[in-house]
């Protein structure tokens, strides 16, 4: 099993564009996980950049933006909600842990 990890590891380290892969897949689920401890005016913010910069734009990227913009709304949703809650509870609480990323 270990032979296996470092032959692995060596075959994907002397490769820049496997590097390349990995640090565009980390990047990409990364955008994820860090939208999700924003607060819903930031998360707005970011929403209303994304459709002005592809309100004229086709083809795949505006495709693949108009699915993170979805992704985003749902989001802004739930932070609104925690935020809700936490105003209800009266507890005050700066990072919203909410998990939407996986």
Do not use: C, Q, W
Request: zero cysteines.
């Amino acid at each position: 099993m270990v032979e296996n990890i470092r032959l692995y590891a060596s075959i994907t380290l002397s490769n820049p564009d496997l590097r390349k892969l990995g640090a565009a897949y980390e990047r990409l689920f990364g955008a994820l996980r860090l939208v999700d401890d924003l607060p819903a005016p930031l998360l707005e913010a970011l929403d209303e950049a994304i459709a002005n910069e592809f309100k004229d734009r086709r083809g795949p990227l505006a495709e693949f933006m108009k699915g993170y913009r979805a992704y985003l709304r749902d989001t802004i949703a739930e932070a609104k909600n925690y935020d809700r809650k936490v105003r209800s509870d009266g507890v005050a609480v700066t990072t919203p842990k909410r998990g939407n990323a996986k």
